[in-house]
């Protein structure tokens, strides 16, 4: 597609081309209802070969849906000569002609206004998530009495809830139910080093803090179908309840240690590891623990790149968006990706480092403070999504001049995930050369992902896009609740971890000893792993 934007969108908007974009939007993308859901499951397969995945595709002009594939939408756009269908999993729309999924205003506008009156309809910001999630969101037995979520900006209508037999049992028997206030250490624990485990223990620190995750585990949500005492998430679970048992003496995680040798033998030993290989490697067995915590009953694919329902993906998974670009003829190839999380790369490190963006000077970009010559989170993400040349040597074989042509390569967010993690890469490890990075990074207590999205650049593309605040969209709006730090050399260090207890109220990580930290030793930390939260999902 062109930079100028796709030219046959014009041929759709006839009549009442925008009902009818709305009524697809309602029934099969954003399914605010049951009934509308039980259609979009009983009506969704492809009318070529029945199948329900292999990213079905709707077309805009009739009442056809295909797989894209197997390519059953591009035959029937190429025989029917309907050149626009919809992703019925993301809302994208393709032109087959462009060969490229496009952005359009008015397009945009509806897809926005179906999306949010589907929320309203569902009664909670929860999405991607199914109704079968909500008891964990409003009462915690273990730890914490009633938490009634109520999110501003989704609407006034909800759904009621009652009690059920069993909760009603356990309330009974749980008179005294603890409640977290504003000066509640509830949940707070120090961790036992075992022996060059601190890797480990700031990553338990970070996840037993991410507010989802913690309402999840503590409503005992999880089903385990393996063997016992073989499971990752059955231990991660009786963590969680250890740590908001009101217990202040440090828990020793042997269990954990244990389990994380068994399932991951790269990091078993006494040998330090880094934390965030640890990080990557506690989620992946967590996925594949989590077989049976399937929070999505009702046989729909999950909202994320992962397609997986399990607690882990619906939190950590977000899209990256790659964007090659042809240099003669301008056609893009377009790929999304999975991701956990978000490596970015320092000045000092060996990669070249773009010039310091607009905001040097002492200005403010993102909510970060720039002191002069400094570096910032904001920084780092421009560069991680600037256009990059690839070069001569690097050349790829085009889809539209059908040879091999030199290019460009362009990162976006295309999904963004509930939990994002930022990997500051501070250890570089080369033929040449083995050093950690210790370059001082800024980085903000609240981070707007709006410029890095995929959708603002082609905002950006075709003119369209606007530097407004949309009070009532903070979907890209992100809370930072977790950071975890290394002090010393590559050879010799200790891990450390801030966590937020509550809003403003920080505390330090430090093994065994928990002591209370200022936002300032927060923002003033060297930063390696900085864990943001999604701002419309949080309630404290």
Not at 28 to 51: D, L, N, P, Q
Not at 423 to 432: G, I, P, T
């Amino acid at each position: 597609m062109s930079p100028a934007g796709c030219s046959h969108v014009n041929g759709y908007k006839v009549d009442n081309w925008k009902q009818n974009l709305r009524v697809i939007y309602q029934c099969f993308v954003w399914s605010g209802t049951a009934e509308t859901r039980r259609r979009k499951a009983k009506s969704c397969i492809c009318h070529t070969c029945g199948a329900h995945l292999n990213r079905l595709h709707s077309c805009l002009y009739c009442v056809f849906f295909g797989c894209f594939t197997k390519k059953h939408i591009h035959e029937h756009a190429k025989n029917k000569r309907h050149n626009l269908a919809i992703d019925l999993l993301y809302g994208g729309i393709y032109c087959f002609v462009c060969q490229d999924y496009i952005y359009d205003k008015d397009m945009e506008q509806i897809a926005k206004e179906e999306q949010r009156k589907s929320w309203k309809l569902q009664g909670t910001a929860f999405c991607f998530l199914s109704e079968n999630l909500m008891p964990f969101q409003k009462c915690l037995f273990t730890a914490v009495t009633f938490v009634y979520f109520v999110p501003p900006g989704i609407g006034e209508k909800y759904t009621t809830w009652e009690p059920t037999k069993r909760e009603l049992e356990l309330l009974r028997h749980n008179p005294k139910r603890r409640k977290i206030t504003t000066n509640c250490t509830i949940g707070l624990r120090g961790l036992i080093n075992l022996g060059n485990t601190c890797f480990m223990n700031c990553i338990v620190q970070a996840l037993t803090h991410t507010p989802l995750l913690r309402d999840f585990f503590l409503s005992d949500r999880h089903k385990c179908e393996m063997q016992s005492n073989s499971c990752l998430v059955c231990e991660m679970s009786q963590l969680f309840q250890e740590f908001y048992s009101g217990h202040r003496s440090p828990h020793i995680p042997f269990r954990l240690l244990h389990l994380v040798w068994t399932h991951a033998r790269h990091l078993a030993g006494y040998e330090q590891q880094d934390a965030h290989e640890f990080l990557i490697a506690a989620l992946d067995v967590l996925h594949r623990h989590c077989k049976g915590d399937t929070i999505n009953d009702n046989g729909k694919k999950a909202n994320n790149p992962n397609h997986c329902n399990c607690i882990i993906d619906q939190i950590f998974t977000g899209g990256l968006q790659s964007d090659v670009t042809c240099q003669v003829c301008h056609g893009v190839s377009t790929t999304i990706d999975p991701f956990w999380d978000i490596s970015l790369d320092l000045p000092g490190s060996s990669t070249p480092f773009w010039p310091l963006s607009p905001g040097g000077d002492g200005s403010t970009v993102n909510g970060e403070s720039h002191l002069s010559g400094s570096t910032t989170l904001t920084d780092c993400l421009r560069r991680f999504t600037r256009p990059e040349h690839l070069g001569s040597s690097a050349k790829i074989k085009c889809g539209g001049c059908h040879s091999y042509q030199e290019s460009t390569k362009q990162l976006t967010m295309k999904k963004l995930p509930i939990v994002a993690c930022f990997h500051l890469k501070r250890f570089e490890h080369s033929a040449k050369l083995r050093r950690k990075i210790t370059t001082y990074v800024s980085f903000p207590l609240e981070l707007d992902m709006t410029p890095f999205m995929a959708s603002s650049k082609e905002s950006r593309m075709n003119g369209q896009y606007q530097q407004t605040v949309d009070v009532l969209n903070n979907d890209n709006k992100y809370s930072l609740f977790a950071v975890v730090n290394h002090q010393g050399t590559l050879e010799s260090g200790h891990y450390t971890s801030f966590i937020r207890q509550h809003k403003d109220q920080w505390f330090k990580c430090d093994d065994a000893i928990i002591t209370k930290a200022s936002i300032k030793d927060v923002l003033d930390s060297e930063g390696y792993l900085l864990f943001y939260h999604k701002q419309f999902l949080e309630y404290e």
